[in-house]
């Protein structure tokens, strides 16, 4: 769910784009980010594939205050960490990501953001520094930043109703109860590839 996205300094789409069904443009998100306001009856969803035709194609929900809006075409969210490493893998091999957000109350909408990601994991130089956009997670696997080329919305009118109950507090748990050397060595041992074989994360010489 996408409680608390924090839309800053959107600008550049024509006013009239954001009152049709079917907008498909090459700007600025504009109007059409007013569907990223705090709101938990929303769902955040990041795509990406590999570039091989045979490789598999990873759709991953997220949830928590773990989206951020950066400049008018450059997004940011925070990877948790899991059991996959897909989306970390993919970005490193060719960039691609489509983000979903997808309303389950009031006006019905659908939000695609089509760009460029990078990903910049927790043994990358800078990553603390970039980690102090999401103050309330001190333990994450990675930030995968975008800048958009293209966004795209529409009707939703087969997206259900749902209600928001809570966030799912296993995963901050399970990052809290884990020492750092603890969480680390986890996060090398079970993320070292995509399952297409794709590098994920490379555990350093020094720690081997």
Known sequence: MAAGIRPVGVAGVPSHLA?????NCNAA???????????????????TAPSSDSGRVNVSPKGYDSFRILGPNRVAFLDLGGSGIETVAHVRENGRITFMFCAFDGK???LRLYGKASALCFDDPGFNEALALFPEFPKARAIITADITRIQDSCGW???FYDF?????????TNAHRTEEEWRARRYAS??????????????????
Do not use: K, M, W, Y
Not at 165 to 173: I, K, M, S, Y
Not at 195 to 206: A, H
């Open 108 to 110: 019905p909408n659908i």
């Open 158 to 160: 087969g997206v259900p």
């Open 29 to 47: 998100l504009g109007p059409q980010g007013a569907i990223l306001r705090p709101c938990p009856a929303f769902t955040t969803r990041s795509t």
């Open 19 to 23: 009152q049709q069904c079917g907008t």
């Open 165 to 173: 109950v809570g966030e799912r507090d296993q995963l901050l748990r």
């Open 191 to 208: 993320n070292a590839h995509s399952i297409d074989g794709l590098p994920g994360l490379i555990r350093p010489e020094s720690e081997n």
